[in-house]
């Protein structure tokens, strides 16, 4: 029996990516109230066997994540702009991006090391030190999504990224796309990027105990190095709760990255839900 296709996508500005089986699809309300649409295939890379073999198919998915968030923020952007008469080129988006993620490996990944470094002569344990990194980590991210949720702009992009997980909801158990069938489901989904996040630091502390903290350089570049893979066995452990929702100990497993998405998802209005429905009949 063929295994049912799991849907995925991610809220960009004023609209929702999709991404299908052999397409992605952007949908995106325009300064008229109109939609603007775009819908393109999948590279083969994205489709192919390798995006199906296990473990491989997580890194893959990493960089297909990049690649798709990119191209769905920069058309979303330009729609934005149309009534001020600009357009966003990629090159400065992927600029903007990149000084982003060099910025979050160093609050999320590199400050907590320096931070656990230093406490670990008090700590008195390797073992302690990772921990405490770890939750160094995570607080710092949680502050994070705490602090960008107050931003209006902010808010309005939850709302479509709830509007994202409702929809997919809906699809994936076979309901007819409309509002009020999409209103049934609730906006948090387990095979979130909030989740996925969540999950990513678990494990990474799991990892961490194993590869020693001696000495500095191979503290601080363990942390970066590794990143595919723990992200590979996250990817892994997040199909795998996707296919297992209704499974009481997976249900203990997603609790608590359920519950962090209560900081990434807002209630969406029917607007907001119409433009995922674009998306994914598109997609």
Same mark, same amino acid.
């Given at each position: 029996?063929?295994?049912?296709?799991?849907?995925?996508?991610?809220?960009?500005?004023?609209?929702?990516?999709?991404?299908?089986?052999?397409?992605?699809?952007?949908?995106?309300?325009?300064?008229?109230?109109?939609?603007?649409?775009?819908?393109?295939?999948?590279?083969?890379?994205?489709?192919?066997?390798?995006?199906?073999?296990?473990?491989?198919?997580?890194?893959?998915?990493?960089?297909?994540?990049?690649?798709?968030?990119?191209?769905?923020?920069?058309?979303?952007?330009?729609?934005?702009?149309?009534?001020?008469?600009?357009?966003?080129?990629?090159?400065?988006?992927?600029?903007?991006?990149?000084?982003?993620?060099?910025?979050?490996?160093?609050?999320?990944?590199?400050?907590?090391?320096?931070?656990?470094?230093?406490?670990?002569?008090?700590?008195?344990?390797?073992?302690?030190?990772?921990?405490?990194?770890?939750?160094?980590?995570? %607080? #710092?991210?949680? &502050?994070?999504?705490? +602090?960008? /949720? !107050?931003?209006?702009?902010?808010?309005? =992009?939850? @709302?479509?990224? $709830?509007?994202?997980?409702?929809?997919?909801?809906?699809?994936?158990?076979?309901?007819?796309?409309?509002?009020?069938?999409?209103?049934?489901?609730?906006?948090?989904?387990?095979?979130?990027?909030?989740?996925?996040?969540?999950?990513?630091?678990?494990?990474?502390?799991?990892?961490?105990?194993?590869?020693?903290?001696?000495?500095?350089?191979?503290?601080?570049?363990?942390?970066?190095?590794?990143?595919?893979?723990?992200? %590979? #066995?996250?990817? &892994?452990?997040?199909? +795998?709760? /996707? !296919?297992?929702?209704?499974?009481?100990? =997976?249900? @203990?497993?997603? $609790?608590?990255?359920?519950?962090?998405?209560?900081?990434?998802?807002?209630?969406?209005?029917?607007?907001?839900?119409?433009?995922?429905?674009?998306?994914?009949?598109?997609?």
């Amino acid at each position: 029996m063929e295994e049912q296709y799991t849907y995925g996508g991610q809220a960009v500005i004023e609209g929702v990516m999709i991404r299908g089986k052999r397409f992605m699809s952007v949908a995106v309300r325009r300064p008229d109230n109109t939609i603007a649409h775009d819908c393109k295939p999948l590279g083969t890379i994205f489709t192919g066997r390798l995006r199906r073999t296990v473990f491989l198919r997580g890194i893959i998915a990493l960089a297909e994540t990049l690649v798709l968030g990119v191209r769905a923020l920069t058309y979303s952007a330009n729609v934005a702009a149309e009534s001020e008469g600009e357009e966003l080129g990629r090159g400065a988006l992927i600029g903007m991006i990149s000084v982003s993620m060099l910025i979050a490996i160093t609050v999320f990944f590199l400050g907590p090391v320096i931070l656990s470094k230093m406490l670990e002569t008090l700590l008195g344990s390797d073992f302690l030190a990772n921990i405490t990194e770890g939750l160094i980590r995570l %607080a #710092a991210f949680i &502050e994070y999504l705490v +602090l960008i /949720g !107050r931003i209006p702009d902010i808010k309005r =992009v939850f @709302m479509y990224h $709830g509007a994202e997980h409702m929809t997919v909801h809906a699809t994936e158990n076979g309901e007819a796309l409309n509002t009020a069938n999409i209103q049934k489901y609730p906006p948090e989904h387990p095979r979130c990027g909030t989740a996925f996040l969540l999950i990513v630091f678990v494990v990474s502390v799991i990892v961490f105990v194993f590869v020693g903290r001696d000495p500095l350089w191979w503290l601080l570049t363990s942390r970066v190095v590794l990143v595919p893979f723990i992200a %590979a #066995a996250s990817y &892994e452990l997040i199909r +795998l709760s /996707g !296919r297992h929702q209704s499974s009481p100990f =997976v249900k @203990m497993i997603t $609790g608590p990255s359920l519950a962090l998405q209560s900081l990434t998802t807002r209630q969406p209005e029917p607007e907001q839900i119409e433009i995922a429905i674009t998306a994914m009949q598109l997609a």
